[in-house]
């Protein structure tokens, strides 16, 4: 990559104004469970499709969008959803949500079958305290709050 300026054509511009500042994507084995889960932690009321497999949800500012997506048929035969949900550790992506009250946000965490790593083991970094989590299927996240 150079380290010049980017340049955008003006449709490209005008698409790019229009866009979430970042957006994610979430595949599920049970996505209106996870649009739950999300939606607890993130606020905001979800769009849905009519068939329940796609889910964008978004704070009430509309900072970033998180989307659920029901995975496909041929991978949901290959995936085993544990009670408690053990960590897909294997996936390089964590999700990091910021939230006001780290406490509160647990017991939303808890309340959706979801775990977070305990207080004591939160670090702070940047001013912000940090703690892990994995959401009903598995998929890790992190939650940070200010310090």
Excluded: C
Excluded at 63 to 76: D, G, K, N, Q, Y
Excluded at 81 to 87: E, L, R, T, Y
Excluded at 102 to 128: C, F, N
């Amino acid at each position: 990559m150079s380290s010049g300026s980017w340049v955008l054509s003006s449709s490209a511009e005008s698409a790019w104004q229009n866009a979430a500042v970042l957006s994610a994507v979430v595949y599920a084995y049970d996505a209106p469970r996870l649009a739950s889960f999300y939606e607890g932690l993130i606020g905001g009321q979800p769009i849905a499709d009519p068939e329940g497999r796609f889910f964008v949800l978004s704070p009430p500012a509309g900072e970033f969008e998180v989307h659920i997506v029901a995975m496909a048929e041929e991978f949901r035969e290959m995936v085993e959803i544990s009670v408690p949900p053990d960590p897909r550790t294997e996936t390089p992506i964590k999700l990091v949500l910021d939230v006001e009250d780290m406490e509160a946000a647990h017991a939303v965490v808890t309340a959706h079958g979801g775990r977070l790593s305990p207080a004591q083991e939160a670090w702070t970094w940047r001013e912000m305290v940090h703690r892990d989590g994995v959401d009903p299927e598995g998929n890790v996240f992190q939650l940070r709050s200010s310090a």
